[in-house]
């Protein structure tokens, strides 16, 4: 599969989650470029950054990333609290992830 194609998959399944997460609306743009330390990071103004060697990850790594920062732009508090750790799980395993 050609890296285009790739991409255009990771962008498609961003846009599934944001619906499932009620987080559609909030996110404004989305970018894949090379990351150093991270593998993706969220703005409050919507704007989600993903690092491209995620195209390179199994399918369940790459939702856990998505879920993990969409739920970032449905809290808006940047906080990994106990209840944010509780959400992720909760939509992943909602959607038979982890
Ligand atoms: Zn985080």
């Known amino acids: 599969m050609s890296e285009d194609v790739m991409r255009d998959i990771l962008i498609a ?10 987080v ?5 743009e989305i970018h894949v470029r090379p990351m150093k330390r991270k593998w993706a990071s969220v703005s409050t103004r919507g704007r989600l950054t993903l690092n491209s060697d995620l195209l390179k990850q199994p399918a369940r790594f790459r939702h856990e990333v998505i ?6 732009l449905k809290l808006m508090d940047g ?11 909760a939509y992943l395993s909602k959607y038979g992830i982890g």
Request: zero cysteines; glycine letters at 4%.
């Open 79 to 89: 906080k990994h609290t106990k209840f944010f750790n509780l959400l992720v799980k």
């Open 67 to 72: 879920v993990h920062e969409l739920v970032h």
């Open 13 to 22: 399944e961003v846009w599934t989650w944001a619906r499932r997460i009620g």
């Open 24 to 28: 559609e609306d909030r996110l404004k």
